[in-house]
């Protein structure tokens, strides 16, 4: 089973407009981890966020993390047509070895 | 190399034939991972290994499956017996060590059983 869900699962907005993607999860975890997929091939890191962090910034992201709550979420914002892509939160849950994906949020961005 | 590199891009099979998928990691990265992933749909582990541990076989669907790894490098991932639900994409990564590490993704295998 998947250990972390996006919500929503699909999300269109216009160019300029801010985009926030949340992910739950199950289990505690070492860090959160978001990647970003286009065209249903290799997936590309955007950031991570251990889970002693409370929020983290990367250009035009933001990431947020609550650990009592087990969220996370993804704001991108001023968003370009280029930002399309599908979003998935990955998490390191302590006690296993390899990083568990969430089903992904379809974002579309039109120009 | 540079990247991460999955051969081959595509593969077309048949029902009941086996194929194999191989995976070139980034070169003194230590951990690699298989993933697979069905059209629409999230990342499903499959393995993971790392440097000579024994490898976490955890996620592997049924023992038609199965990956080998030599030393810190190539992977090649075999599926026997190939069904109609094994077509999905199947994508390979890396990162130098298990923990707060990025994982460099390849382009993946797309493959289709007919």
């Known amino acids: 089973s998947q250990q972390g869900e996006e919500d929503p699962q699909a999300l269109s907005i216009q160019e300029g407009e801010n985009a926030t993607m949340n992910c739950s999860y199950k289990t505690s975890i070492n860090n959160l981890q978001w990647y970003r997929q286009n065209s249903g091939r290799g997936l590309v890191h955007l950031i991570l966020i251990r889970s002693n962090e409370r929020e983290k910034h990367s250009g035009r992201l933001r990431v947020t993390l609550d650990t009592s709550k087990k969220s996370s979420s993804l704001l991108i914002t001023a968003s370009r047509a280029a930002d399309t892509a599908s979003y998935f939160c990955a998490t390191d849950p302590t006690g296993r070895r390899a990083l568990t994906f969430g089903s992904g949020t379809r974002l579309q961005v039109q120009p | 190399g540079a990247g991460v590199s999955q051969s081959p891009s595509n593969k077309v099979t048949e029902k009941g034939k086996d194929v194999e998928l191989r995976c070139d990691p980034i070169s003194g990265h230590t951990a690699l991972y298989w993933y697979r992933q069905r059209l629409g749909q999230g990342l499903e582990f499959l393995i993971y290994?790392?440097?000579?541990?024994?490898?976490?076989k955890s996620g592997l669907p049924s023992d038609r499956f199965s990956a080998e790894r030599t030393g810190e490098s190539v992977s090649t991932l075999t599926i026997q017996r190939t069904q109609q639900e094994d077509s999905a994409v199947y994508l390979c990564?890396?990162?130098?060590?298990?923990?707060?590490?990025?994982?460099?993704f390849g382009s993946g295998t797309q493959l289709s059983v007919l």
């Open positions: 990564a890396s990162s130098l060590v298990r923990g707060d590490e990025k994982l460099f």
């Open positions: 290994f790392q440097g000579n541990s024994a490898p976490d």
